[in-house]
Structures are given as structure tokens and as C-alpha cells.
């Protein structure tokens, strides 16, 4: 009886040092396949910053345009007041220009303010991805550590029953 207790704790913590090992190896796959250097994390952030920062600019711009094609008499007065002359036929052109092209600015300026968005987003989550390697890597260290120690008291653990079983067969002998 007390040597099938034994076996059973042995291998239940043999089984134990196994299944940390296999979970060990998986997590060094995922962690090979997500880990990048400080260095390229934050040469990515940063190119994206700066087209972020542009593709911003460029939304800025064309909402600004569109704002100012609301008004499209102020337009005209201040060509005219710059020296230039409009037939009333060139008024009434450039009068409907202005008035299709406002929804066009202002659509493009919604269009670029959301791929700044959708940039911001990405650099969030590429900091997120690489928080989580650096405590995927915290956590592989922790359990080789764990299992390092498990093996030792595996091995301390069989050593004692084997010196227990011979205390028992040398008081069996005599």
C-alpha cells in the first residue's frame, strides 16, 4: 500500500514537470512569434507617429477648406479684391464648384482624420504586444525556474523512496 502511494505522487509530479514543460515550449513559440526589440518597436511607433502626425495635417487642411467653402461670396470678394475679374457667368461656375466641392473636402478631411485614427490604434496595440512578450518572457523565466525546482524535488522525492525501500528490504533480509 505504501509503495502504491508513492508510485502515484511520483507520477503525478512527473506528470506535473511534464505538463509545465509542454505548456514552457508553447509559450516559446507564441513568445518567438511576438517579440520584438525596444529598438523596432519604437522605430515603427515613431514612423507611424510622423505619418500619423502628416495624414492629421492633411485632414486638418482639408477641413478647413471645406469650412471656407460654406462661404463662397467671401471667396469671390476676396479674388476680386486681389484684382481679379469674374463675369457673372464665371461667379455662377465657381459659386457651384465650391458648393459640390465642400462636401468633397469635408469628406476627405472625415476620411483622413479616421486613418490617423486607425494609426493610433496600431501603435497602441503594437505597445500592447509588446508589453505582453516582456510578460510573456517574465513568465516562461518563472516557470523554468518552477520546473528546475520540481525536478529537484522530483529527484530528491525518488532518491527517498528508493532509500526507503532499501531500509525495508535490509529489514526484510535480516
Do not use: C, W
Not at 90 to 97: D, G, H, R, S, V
Not at 146 to 168: C, G, L, N, Q
Request: no cysteine.
Amino acid at each position: 500500500m505504501h509503495t502504491k502511494i508513492d508510485e502515484e505522487l511520483r507520477q503525478y509530479k512527473l506528470y506535473k514537470i511534464q505538463e509545465t514543460e509542454s505548456k514552457l515550449r508553447r509559450f516559446k513559440k507564441v513568445y518567438k512569434k511576438i517579440k520584438e526589440h525596444v529598438f523596432i518597436k519604437l522605430s515603427k511607433n515613431i514612423s507611424s507617429n510622423i505619418i500619423k502626425f502628416s495624414v492629421y495635417i492633411i485632414g486638418i487642411s482639408f477641413l478647413l477648406i471645406g469650412l471656407v467653402s460654406f462661404f463662397p461670396n467671401e471667396i469671390l470678394t476676396f479674388l476680386e479684391s486681389n484684382g481679379n475679374l469674374f463675369s457673372s457667368e464665371e461667379k455662377e461656375a465657381f459659386t457651384n464648384l465650391i458648393n459640390i466641392s465642400k462636401y468633397f473636402f469635408l469628406s476627405l478631411s472625415i476620411l483622413f482624420s479616421f486613418v490617423g485614427y486607425l494609426l493610433k490604434l496600431n501603435n497602441q496595440k503594437r505597445s500592447y504586444i509588446y508589453d505582453l512578450s516582456i510578460l510573456l518572457e517574465e513568465v516562461m523565466d518563472y516557470m523554468e525556474n518552477s520546473v528546475t525546482e520540481d525536478k529537484k524535488k522530483y529527484e530528491y522525492f525518488v532518491d527517498s523512496i528508493a532509500e526507503k525501500d532499501k531500509i525495508i528490504r535490509k529489514a526484510q533480509n535480516q
